[in-house]
Every structure is written in structure tokens, then in C-alpha cells.
């Protein structure tokens, strides 16, 4: 089945463009040219990847990408911006944000940058190689065959990290993830959940350690 891919971008001749140079490629592709539809549309249809421009009518492309993440953390995305200056990159990259492009571009650099995106999203399906698999039907986790024994929040934390194995979530991004609500939690309660993951994991696998902490920063999944 192809990848379906949505790009999100007001200018209508080039949203046009992008969607036949990827379509050229194999990809499923869908258009959309205001930001306030974009959350609807993808809980109903899905996407592997969305191209989010940054400046949209209805909703901006920094709030939808925070939304996104927290609600469908396995989608790539990969945010079109004519805005350049530093703060709105890094931040772009901090909502969850997989790769930026800058306006102007061409659109076989476009093509080239879903591409790449996209295979960093298979690779991140290799812990499952190692044992680890992730159930979303029943919210379990498994671990050379043995039930983690998660509950929900710890699968969704989980969840998160493994997705993207190497990438370094900071608390508020994995609070987001973990409670879509908007409750308020404090830092020490990922600490708490990442910790009894921990212990659970170390039952199966005493002597590895998956989940690390990053200093000043949050926590990161990698299997070394």
C-alpha cells in the first residue's frame, strides 16, 4: 500500500506542484489549504506524513504540529517555512517537528526530504526485531515474548520513545503524549512512570537499559 502523505500549504499552485512530484513517486497524496482543518481531517483519514506549511489561515503550522504530535505521535512531519530565523526553526523542532524546509525550494529537494523522513520512520519499526513489540489493539507491550505489564500512560510513554529511537523527548513533550486531556502533571510524574518502566523492562532484561536519561533534558529510547 502507498504511503499517504498530506500536504497542508494555502498556496494553492504550489500545493498542486508538491502533490504531483510525490504522487510521481508512489506516494498517496492529499491536499489541504487551511490550517483549522487539519487535525479533523487526519484523525479521520491518517497520514504517514504531513507537509505542514508554517503560516496558514485558521490555525498556524506551529499549534497544529504540537497537536499532532501529541495525538498521532508515529506521524512524520515535516513543517514549509519562509520564516528562517532561528527561534521559529528550533521551536518547530521542539513541538515535534521530524525536518523543516524553507521556501524557496524545488521540489525534488521536497521529495528528497520525504524520503528520507519516511525511512527514518522504518528504521524506527527495528526494536521490534529485538523483542520489543508494541500491541496499540490491547495496549501491551511485550519483551521477548513476556507482557511488560504496562498500564495505558506507561504504553503511551513508551510508545513515544520507541517510535524514534535516538530522538530526545523533553518532559513536556512526553506529558503531552501521555495525557491528551491537558490535565496539569508535574515533571516528577514522567520520572515517575519512566522509572516503573524501568523496573519493568529490568525483570526481562537485567542487565540492558533502553530507556536513557538525558541530563537538563528528558529521556531518549535506544537498544545499543
Given at each position: 500500500m502507498a504511503e499517504r502523505l498530506l500536504v497542508v500549504e494555502d498556496e494553492v499552485k504550489l500545493a498542486g506542484l508538491?502533490?504531483?512530484y510525490l504522487a510521481q513517486e508512489g506516494y498517496a497524496v492529499s491536499m489541504l489549504h487551511r490550517g483549522d482543518q487539519v487535525e479533523e481531517w487526519v484523525d479521520e483519514h491518517g497520514a504517514d506524513l504531513v507537509l505542514l506549511d508554517l503560516m496558514l489561515p485558521g490555525k498556524g503550522g506551529l499549534d497544529i504540529c504540537k497537536?499532532?504530535?501529541a495525538a498521532h505521535p508515529d506521524i512524520a512531519i515535516i513543517m514549509v517555512t519562509a520564516r528562517v530565523d532561528e527561534i521559529d526553526r528550533l521551536l518547530g523542532l521542539e513541538l515535534g517537528a521530524d525536518d523543516y524546509i524553507c521556501k524557496p525550494?524545488?521540489?525534488r529537494e521536497v521529495v528528497a526530504r520525504v524520503k528520507a523522513v519516511l525511512r527514518r520512520g522504518?528504521?524506527?519499526?527495528a526494536p521490534q526485531e529485538h523483542g520489543l513489540v508494541m500491541d496499540d489493539a490491547g495496549f501491551k507491550a511485550s519483551l521477548n515474548g513476556r507482557d511488560l505489564g504496562l498500564t495505558a500512560v506507561e504504553y503511551q510513554l513508551l510508545k513515544v520513545?520507541?517510535?524514534q529511537p535516538g530522538r530526545i523527548y523533553s518532559r513536556d513533550?512526553?506529558?503531552d503524549a501521555m495525557y491528551r486531556d491537558e490535565r496539569v502533571v508535574s515533571d516528577r510524574t514522567v520520572d515517575?512512570?519512566?522509572k516503573k518502566i524501568r523496573k519493568?523492562?529490568?525483570d526481562v532484561l537485567p542487565d540492558r537499559e533502553i530507556i536513557y536519561s538525558v541530563y537538563g533534558v528528558g529521556y531518549k529510547y535506544e537498544w545499543s
Open positions: 508538491l502533490r504531483d497537536a499532532l504530535r525550494f524545488s521540489p522504518r528504521r524506527a519499526a520513545l520507541v517510535a513533550q512526553l506529558m515517575s512512570h519512566v519493568k523492562i529490568s
